[in-house]
Each structure stands twice: as C-alpha cells, then as structure tokens.
C-alpha cells in the first residue's frame, strides 16, 4: 500500500552522537527508531562507497522498510560546454546509478547544472539544449549497462538564479524521458528561488498541479521531495537552515494540507542543516495532526 514516507538526507550530528562507529550502515535502524522510513544517502562529494557497503546498507534498509534513494555529487553539470567536463558529468552519474542499484535504492538525485552564460553569446535557453543532449545520451549509455531497470534519474529544482533547474526546465529534462526521469521537487529551493514566495497553499498547489499538467498524475503521486528551511539572498539560495531559527521558510503546514486534500503519498526527505532526521520527524507529526484534522472536518 503506498504512503506518505519521512527520511532524512544524510545523517544528522545527533546520528553520530548515538553510534559510536559513526557508520552510515546503522543509519537506517536509527531513522526506524525514531520512526522514519526514508534515507537520502548522499553521494555529494563523489560515489566512494564500495558495492560490498552498498548492498549491507540495502539489506538493512530493506529489513526496516525505509526506502532508500541516492544523491549524485554536486560535480555534475549538464549544461557544461567542455567535452572533458560532459564526460565527467557522464561518469558520475553513471557511478551513482550503479551505485543505487547495489544497494537497493529507486532514485538517483542530481543537480543539473549551471544555468549562467559559460562563454560570450551563451544563452539560458542553449544550456538548457546542452543538457537535453547530454541527458540523452547518459540515458543511452545506462540503458546499454542496465543501470535503469530499477533505478530513476531524478534532476532537483534548484534554488539559485544562475544554475540551471528552476521547474520549467527540470520538467523538461523529465518530460522527454518519462519512465526514466521523474523529478525531485526541492520545496526550499523553490522558495529561495521565489525570494520567499510560497505564502499559502495555493502556492504550492499551483506548482503541483503544473507538474500534474506536464508529467502526469502518477508522478504527483509519487512525488520525490526534498523539504528544510532556507535563507535567501536576491540571487536565491544562500543555506539551508532548520527548524530552530524559526525566521525561515517555508513553512511545511501549508505544503501538507495541500497534499492531503490531494491524498498524495510523495517522499519527503528534510535537508535542515545538522538537523535532518529530528525535523524530518517534526514534519511527519505536524502532517498526521493536520490530516487528524481534516478527517474530522469531512
């Protein structure tokens, strides 16, 4: 039966607190205990987990029911000119499709790129067709090493102005791929990206009702989130933030009660800085109360 999952991205400083060994291999029983059942295990500084930990972290992930997705690094550009940096690019995501598929995890999580004019003449509208192309043929290249049957690509919205991957052009780089690419919608990004814009509900049933247009009910259904507050700048992103500085958006109660009159069941991974697994647990409890709510009221 599908619902509704709570993970964290990465481990929080408490995680290392409570396990001596500090081994990202008791981090599923951790978030279980603290009753979570997602993990992002994050890949950002480069894939170096090797396939005998991978399939560990699979089968301790499996024995708790938290669904594991991976991040790809944050080298990745899809937008690159350099034909070295497109092979890299390339290579990387490679590496964490295999990656995923070792241990188990459905998705694979990127960043697609820079968005800002590489040379002189240089458009946002020409990276985006750089990185249509260079999708393709990763695409092709996973496909031909099976690297795909059980695993999706999933490029996230991005929070600054001059990277490419705002939701227009993450949903294009899905839409031409469907089955393969399904999107990670990064609600904190969103939002920094719109210099604070998701004030009500509306908002975010907008955005999702968009994806809905474009990719389909289904992946509505399913949604990949990421989820945390966030402080902005004029040109977007600035740092991710947690629940304690209680100044920063956006604010969860409203992204929730959209889903639940939706009855979507997404993934909802919190990125808080240090603090992923116990907001990730303060968003599941705010959700049920809001639903409880709401049962009430029909």
């Known amino acids: 039966m599908n619902r509704i999952r709570f993970g964290a991205g990465g481990n929080s400083q408490s995680f290392y607190k409570d396990n001596p060994k500090k081994s990202s291999l008791e981090a599923c029983r951790w978030l279980f205990a603290k009753g979570l059942d997602a993990y992002e295990y994050e890949c950002t500084r480069g894939v170096k987990i090797s396939k005998e930990f991978a399939v560990k972290l699979g089968k301790e992930a499996k024995a708790c029911d938290v669904a594991l997705s991976l991040h790809a690094p944050y080298y990745i550009n899809l937008a690159a000119i350099n034909p070295e940096k497109q092979q890299a690019s390339m290579n990387h995501l490679l590496k964490s499709l295999e990656a995923a598929n070792w241990m188990g995890a459905t998705k694979v999580v990127f960043h697609p790129g820079s968005g800002n004019p590489a040379e002189e003449g240089d458009t946002r509208e020409k990276a985006l067709e750089r990185a249509k192309a260079l999708f393709e043929k990763i695409i092709e290249q996973a496909t031909q090493l099976e690297l795909l049957e059980d695993v999706y690509l999933a490029p996230e919205t991005m929070g600054k102005k001059n990277q490419l991957g705002n939701l227009d052009e993450v949903i294009a780089l899905c839409k031409e791929h469907p089955g393969v690419a399904y999107p990670t919608i990064d609600w904190a990004h969103l939002y920094a990206l719109g210099n604070g814009g998701l004030q009500k509900e509306e908002d975010f049933a907008i955005i999702l009702e968009k994806i809905e247009q474009a990719l389909g009910d289904e992946t509505c259904q399913h949604l ?50 240090s603090t992923q697994a116990e907001d990730a647990v303060a968003f599941k409890h705010m959700y049920r109360e809001l639903k409880r709510q709401h049962l009430s009221d029909i």
């Open 224 to 273: 990949h989130c990421h989820f945390s507050p966030i402080e902005y700048t004029v040109g977007g992103e600035k740092r991710h933030r947690n629940l304690s500085d209680e100044i920063y958006g956006p604010d969860f109660s409203l992204l929730a009660k959209v889903l639940i009159k939706k009855n979507y069941t997404p993934t909802i991974i919190c990125e808080s800085a």
